[in-house]
């Protein structure tokens, strides 16, 4: 692992076994998520991140890290989401 602090903000960059390991645990955890609810929901954020992945995992070429970025957001912006409205709705 790396750290380029220079470039205005702390920028991690994995080993490749690291990377590979969280794409797989991500996948996991999408996969459980979807089997517990079973929601609609789960379908955009994990499209999002499916569509950058290949860039996640090998960022040469036609790397372009604010796409990334912002697919990568919007994706944790509805599971973040979704996880407060299943907290409320288990709440009450």
Do not use: C
């Not at 999002?48 to 290949?54: E, I, T």
Request: hydrophobic share 45%; glycine share 6%.
């Amino acid at each position: 692992m790396a750290s380029f602090p220079n470039f205005g903000g702390d920028i991690w960059i994995l080993d490749e076994r690291a990377l590979i390991a969280l794409d797989v645990d991500i996948e996991r955890r999408f996969a459980e998520l979807a089997e517990r609810n079973g929601t609609e929901t789960l379908k955009a954020p994990l499209r999002n991140y499916r569509f950058v992945r290949q860039h996640l995992l090998d960022p040469a070429g036609n790397w372009a890290p604010n796409a990334v970025a912002l697919y990568l957001a919007k994706a944790m912006r509805t599971l973040d989401s979704e996880a407060h409205a299943m907290s409320d709705s288990a709440q009450g």
